[in-house]
């Protein structure tokens, strides 16, 4: 069963808006009376925050959630997944000794992942990356230091992210990862590692036709690229916020980086 208490306590932790507290008792209701959903939901949560960490990143490959859950399921359950991890949350950035500054960041970086796609996207429930993202959050796999995201991925290997909107001026980029070499040292106990950086704004193709003194050229020039994966639903996702697109040719043009990738693909 689950405490109504905790939503609450949830939404005042991370000062998320109360127009969505009565969709959260709802779902919460719904999961209680239906012993099916309730199972199913208790299943997840306990890979979600009990079980090993690495567990979790199989989930990536799952967009709808009632394949995820194995049960027809109320949309809104992803957000409730959230919300109930806040006690991890809170103990987590003790353990690991964050400061005021880095406790703000990661509190507000959960709630983005809350209500993201309820606001912009206006979708019944987050998305399951979503989910996932605030759950890296919450059990301290991710810090932000300066204008980047870096993801402890074992004692060899950081990864680097980049926030959405995020101005990438190569100085304060730069200033990111000299910080970073240091924070990361200090937060993960770890000794010698190198960064790796899988974002979209890392492709060939994009780099062949944007300008070489915009900042994403600069940052693409910080690292030796090797071909990666197809990026396309990240473009369409981070470029012009869109899940999938069938006309290319109704894509928005109101940035010079949407203008330019539309008239090239």
Same mark, same amino acid.
């Given at each position: 069963?689950?405490?109504?208490?905790?939503?609450?306590?949830?939404?005042?932790?991370?000062?998320?808006?109360?127009?969505?507290?009565?969709?959260?008792?709802?779902?919460?209701?719904?999961?209680?009376?239906?012993? &099916?959903?309730?199972?199913?939901? =208790?299943?997840?949560?306990?890979?979600?925050?009990?079980?090993?960490?690495?567990?979790?990143?199989?989930?990536?490959?799952?967009?709808?959630?009632?394949?995820?859950?194995?049960? +027809?399921? +109320?949309?809104?359950?992803?957000?409730?997944?959230?919300?109930?991890?806040?006690?991890?949350?809170?103990?987590?950035?003790?353990?690991?000794?964050?400061?005021?500054?880095?406790?703000?960041?990661? *509190? *507000?970086?959960? *709630?983005?992942?809350?209500? =993201?796609?309820?606001?912009?996207? &206006?979708?019944?429930?987050?998305?399951?990356?979503?989910?996932?993202?605030?759950?890296?959050?919450?059990?301290?796999?991710?810090?932000?230091?300066?204008?980047?995201?870096?993801?402890?991925?074992? +004692?060899?290997?950081?990864?680097?992210?980049?926030?959405?909107?995020?101005?990438?001026?190569?100085?304060?980029?730069?200033?990111?990862?000299? *910080?970073?070499?240091?924070?990361?040292?200090?937060?993960?106990?770890?000794?010698?590692?190198?960064?790796?950086?899988?974002?979209?704004?890392?492709?060939?193709?994009?780099?062949?036709?944007?300008?070489? +003194? =915009?900042?994403?050229?600069?940052?693409?020039?910080?690292?030796?690229?090797?071909?990666?994966?197809?990026?396309?639903?990240?473009?369409?996702?981070?470029?012009?916020?869109?899940?999938?697109?069938?006309?290319?040719?109704?894509?928005?043009?109101?940035?010079?980086?949407?203008?330019?990738?539309?008239?090239?693909?």
């Amino acid at each position: 069963m689950i405490d109504i208490d905790l939503i609450d306590e949830a939404l005042n932790f991370y000062n998320i808006d109360l127009q969505y507290r009565d969709k959260c008792y709802n779902c919460v209701e719904e999961i209680n009376k239906k012993e &099916k959903l309730s199972l199913a939901f =208790s299943k997840l949560y306990k890979k979600m925050y009990i079980e090993e960490f690495t567990k979790i990143k199989d989930l990536w490959q799952y967009e709808n959630i009632d394949e995820l859950f194995g049960v +027809n399921i +109320n949309p809104f359950v992803t957000n409730i997944m959230v919300l109930l991890g806040y006690n991890y949350h809170r103990k987590n950035m003790q353990q690991y000794n964050f400061d005021a500054t880095q406790i703000n960041i990661h *509190k *507000k970086r959960v *709630k983005e992942c809350f209500e =993201s796609d309820l606001k912009t996207r &206006k979708k019944n429930g987050i998305r399951i990356s979503q989910m996932l993202w605030a759950i890296y959050f919450i059990r301290i796999k991710i810090v932000e230091i300066g204008s980047l995201q870096f993801e402890y991925d074992s +004692n060899s290997v950081v990864k680097i992210h980049i926030p959405k909107n995020t101005n990438l001026n190569i100085f304060k980029v730069k200033e990111s990862l000299k *910080k970073a070499t240091i924070e990361m040292k200090k937060i993960y106990s770890i000794k010698n590692f190198k960064y790796i950086c899988n974002s979209w704004l890392l492709s060939k193709q994009i780099y062949e036709i944007i300008d070489r +003194n =915009s900042n994403i050229s600069k940052f693409y020039d910080l690292f030796d690229v090797t071909e990666g994966e197809e990026c396309i639903n990240d473009i369409l996702n981070f470029v012009y916020g869109m899940d999938q697109c069938e006309d290319y040719s109704l894509l928005s043009e109101n940035t010079t980086l949407q203008k330019k990738l539309k008239c090239n693909y």
